[in-house]
Structures are given as structure tokens and as C-alpha cells.
């Protein structure tokens, strides 16, 4: 499988084996001491799912602003939740291959080192802003009270479970953090499920297969018990994209190299990504709601190999598309009060018009906010300890 992954050359002048080349196949895979550290590259980075990543957020972004007049905006607008699952497919597939590069060049995986790497990606800005929003709570709008137990769900990862259970969080602005509980909770047995079945492409294969069966089938019988929303939507058994990224991400597929069988797979992922769009609403319970993940996880798969290969899919990789992807994750968790701020502003600057006058000018004001809030914090808070995570790297990814 050929990628634009970029690698260094190794410290005595040989060119590097590009792990994401062939021969990546099962034998290879199922070989542990195949390659020795001296003969695979330590640097892996895929330029275009910066950009990808970018584009994910923007759904979401359009998802949380107010409902546009315009019909296609407005179909962005209710299905731009989409673009989350983009997001843990695009993390579960670069983490796997982070891991499956690791064990190919060290002999085994480091769980601890996993498990500090991700700390110090996620947890200092994520917990800064839970903080961040129960001071704003107690000191600005202290007559509401304060959601004590969402505070205790985003404190110990919960809060995606309470989330089905009582509604999304009353915290303001913490309304989208469930997601990043969801991740954590899988990302808490990633390493285990792959230390034991990344020796072996077969074994990988039939654990997420059997793990998707799982997730299908709790889905189902929750649609049978008509459980309320969001109860199924919050829950970790919905990320099928997950399951995906992680198998792709160990057992890497060949791009078809056929004109015919490239259009049909970018052409049919992109279909399968937006499926939603096409269904009921994803909170009308029904019998969609047992297959439109994995639809919207293939398409996923789909859209992201096209963006490894395809070359109209190139502007990916410029640089303020990486540099936006780069930070998408502090994107993510400001653009709730990116919104507050540009709707806040817009209604100051123009009143009250009709809201087809006034949703472009609150898009792009809310956009450069959270756009200026996401740098700001990556650039003088989150920089610091992503260089501190390096020391917890058997494989470097993007530079910081």
C-alpha cells in the first residue's frame, strides 16, 4: 500500500523501509522480529489527514452553529455530526499504525508509553477546559448551579454514559465533550487488544469483526427496547469507526490501482460517509440506527485511503490546511464558545435580522474565534507538552 507518509533516513545513511509499503502483508505482520530497529523508520506522518482532520471539525463545526436557510447548508447543518466519527476513525487508524510501526521496530509495544502519550496529548487542555468552564459557572452564572455530576462524568470519563442516561452536559460549552470520554474508554483497552493480536493479521481481523458483531447486535437490541436518545448515539457501542480505523490501521489494505475501481471507491465512500443524509434523523429512533454507523464508518475507510492517494485530493496537504488539522483538537473543544462569541457579536453588530441575513456573518466570526482560540492554546500551552510526549515515543509522529 503506498502512501504519502513521510519518514527520515535512518542514522547511517540508508534510505528507510516505508512500513505503509509492500511488503505489508499478513506474513509480514505475523512475523514479530521481521525488521530490526536499525532498518525501520522511526518518523511516520500522513500529511493529508492533517487536512482531513480539519474537514471532519468543520462538519461538526456546522452542526453546532444555527440551522441555515440555505437547503444544502441546512443538510450539513443536520448531518454534520458525521464528522465526529470521521474523527475517531482518522485517530484509531493513525494510533494503530503508530503502534504497529512501534512493534515493528522495537519487538513489542510499550502499554505504559501508550498510555502517557495519550495523557499528555488530551488531558492537559481537556481538563484545563472542564476547570475553565465550572469557574465561568460558578462566578458568572452561579444563580443556574452547577451540573455536579456532568462535572464528575467529564472527570473521570464519564460522561458520555450520563449523557444517554440524563442529557448531554449542563456545564456550558462542555456539551460536546462526551466524545472525548468515548474515546478514552476504547483507547483504555486499544493497547492490550492489539498487543495480543498484532502478531497476527488473522487474529486482528476475527477480534473486530467479532467486537463489531457486539455493536451491532447491543444496537439492535437497544432499537428493539425503543431506548431514548441519546442513549445509543453517546454510547461507545455507535463508534464502529473506531473498530474500523484500528483494523485498517494494523492490517493496512492495497489501493486499487484500476482508473474505475478508484472513482467507485471514492465515489462510494463519499456516499457511505454522508448515508446519514438519506436516513432518518439519527435521534428518530428506528431501524436505521443499527446500520448507519457502520455506513458512515466504511465511508470513513473509504475517504481517508482517497485522501492517502488520490492527487485531486492533494490540497489536503497544504500547509494552513495541515496547520488547521494540527490543532483540530483545540478547535474541537473551543468552538462552542467560537459560536457563543461570533453569534454574540454578530447580534451586537447587526440586531436582530432575520437569521438567513445574519448566518454567514456568525459562520465566519465564530470560525475565526475558535480558529484564533485553538492557535493560541496550541501554540503556548498544548506545544509544551506534546515536546514532553516525545520522550514516550518509539515513533515520531507530526513535528510540534
Not at 512501534?102 to 505504559?112: D, F, K, N, P, V
Request: glycine share 8%; with cysteine; net charge positive.
Amino acid at each position: 500500500m503506498h502512501t504519502d507518509a513521510h519518514f527520515r533516513a535512518n542514522a547511517d545513511g540508508r534510505a528507510p523501509i516505508d512500513i505503509a509499503q509492500p511488503p505489508l502483508t499478513a506474513d509480514w505482520v505475523a512475523r514479530p522480529g521481521a525488521h530490526v530497529a536499525a532498518s525501520v523508520p522511526r518518523t511516520l506522518y500522513f500529511p493529508a489527514l492533517d487536512g482531513l482532520r480539519f474537514f471532519a471539525f468543520l462538519l461538526v463545526f456546522v452542526h453546532h452553529l444555527p440551522s441555515p436557510a440555505n437547503p444544502v447548508l441546512h443538510v450539513l447543518h443536520e448531518h454534520g455530526w458525521i464528522g465526529v466519527h470521521l474523527f475517531l476513525f482518522l485517530s484509531a487508524y493513525l494510533l494503530t499504525s503508530i503502534l504497529q510501526a512501534e512493534r515493528s521496530a522495537t519487538g513489542t509495544i510499550s502499554i505504559y508509553n501508550f498510555y502517557v502519550r495519550r495523557a499528555l496529548r488530551i488531558w492537559p487542555l481537556y481538563f484545563s477546559f472542564c476547570f475553565g468552564v465550572l469557574v465561568y459557572q460558578l462566578l458568572l452564572h452561579s444563580e443556574r448551579g452547577v451540573d455536579w455530576p456532568g462535572f464528575a462524568g467529564l472527570m473521570f470519563f464519564a460522561d458520555n454514559i450520563l449523557a444517554g442516561l440524563r442529557g448531554y452536559n449542563h456545564l456550558p460549552f462542555a456539551a460536546h465533550l462526551w466524545t472525548i470520554s468515548l474515546e478514552e474508554q476504547f483507547y483504555l483497552v486499544l493497547p492490550f487488544l492489539l498487543a495480543g493480536f498484532l502478531g497476527s493479521s488473522r487474529s486482528l481481523l476475527r477480534g473486530i469483526l467479532g467486537c463489531w458483531l457486539v455493536f451491532i447486535a447491543v444496537r439492535t437490541v437497544e432499537v428493539l427496547l425503543e431506548a431514548r436518545h441519546p442513549l445509543l448515539w453517546t454510547s461507545v457501542f455507535s463508534a464502529d469507526a473506531l473498530l474500523l480505523g484500528t483494523l485498517l490501521g494494523g492490517v493496512p489494505l492495497r489501493y486499487p490501482e484500476r482508473p474505475v475501481a478508484r472513482t467507485a471507491l471514492v465515489v462510494g465512500g463519499t456516499g457511505a460517509l454522508f448515508s446519514a443524509a438519506l436516513m432518518p434523523p439519527i435521534q428518530v429512533p428506528g431501524a436505521h440506527q443499527i446500520v448507519v454507523y457502520s455506513f458512515i464508518a466504511i465511508g470513513a475507510a473509504a475517504v481517508t485511503m482517497a485522501a492517502l492517494h488520490e492527487p485531486l485530493l492533494g490540497f489536503l496537504k497544504v500547509r494552513p490546511f495541515r496547520y488547521l488539522g494540527k490543532i483540530s483538537y483545540g478547535l474541537y473543544v473551543f468552538h462552542l464558545v467560537g459560536i457563543a462569541i461570533g453569534t454574540k457579536v454578530t447580534q451586537t453588530l447587526i440586531g436582530n435580522p432575520p437569521a438567513s441575513a445574519t448566518w454567514w456573518l456568525t459562520a465566519v466570526v465564530s470560525l475565526a474565534v475558535t480558529i484564533a482560540l485553538g492557535t493560541l492554546s496550541y501554540q503556548f500551552f498544548e506545544r509544551s507538552f506534546l515536546r514532553l510526549k516525545r520522550n514516550f515515543e518509539a515513533i515520531r509522529s507530526r513535528p510540534a
